[in-house]
């Protein structure tokens, strides 16, 4: 059996949606000191709709493959339901991912809260605050 489904391959060696977006409403970045892997989410937000995302990451596959299957599941849906997006959402959707790099995962949902909560306090909306992880001193993001 492969260490890794298509769908990972595919997103690896052709990541979608890798960029920046220049004045991005929202602007989120993530990373891991143990296995070195950052990721930064940037989204255009119009209507309540994120209608583009792009994403710059530096690590290995798992962590490329989960940024650009993320931001394809988040293109065009309005910004409630890109909160509701899951790190196990973005596995299922990959076909799996091996257990010791789940971590990817679970980064690329950090990175794009991240670029919501930056959009919100940008704007000064109103958010519920326990949607949002405080990544800023977590023992994930810190390695502590």
């Known amino acids: 059996m492969a260490l890794y489904s298509e769908k990972v391959m595919d997103h690896f060696r052709n990541p979608r949606n890798v960029g920046v977006i220049e004045n991005a409403d929202g602007v989120g970045e993530v990373g891991n000191p143990v296995c070195g892997d950052i990721m930064k989410i940037y989204l255009k937000i119009d209507n309540d709709v994120v209608t583009d995302v792009k994403f710059e990451t ?10 650009s299957m993320a931001t394809e599941l988040i293109k065009g849906k309005p910004v409630s339901e890109v909160l509701q997006l ?4 973005v ?3 990959l076909d799996g991912l091996p257990a010791h790099k789940l971590h990817c995962s679970v980064l690329a949902e ?12 940008k704007n000064g909306i109103e958010y519920d605050r326990s ?3 405080d990544c800023d001193g977590c023992e994930h993001c810190c390695g502590q």
């Open 86 to 89: 899951t790190n196990k959402a």
């Open 131 to 133: 949607l949002f992880p």
């Open 58 to 67: 530096f690590g290995c596959g798992s962590a490329i493959a989960s940024s």
């Open 91 to 93: 596995v299922e959707a």
């Open 110 to 121: 950090e990175a794009i809260k991240k670029a919501l909560k930056d959009y919100y306090d």
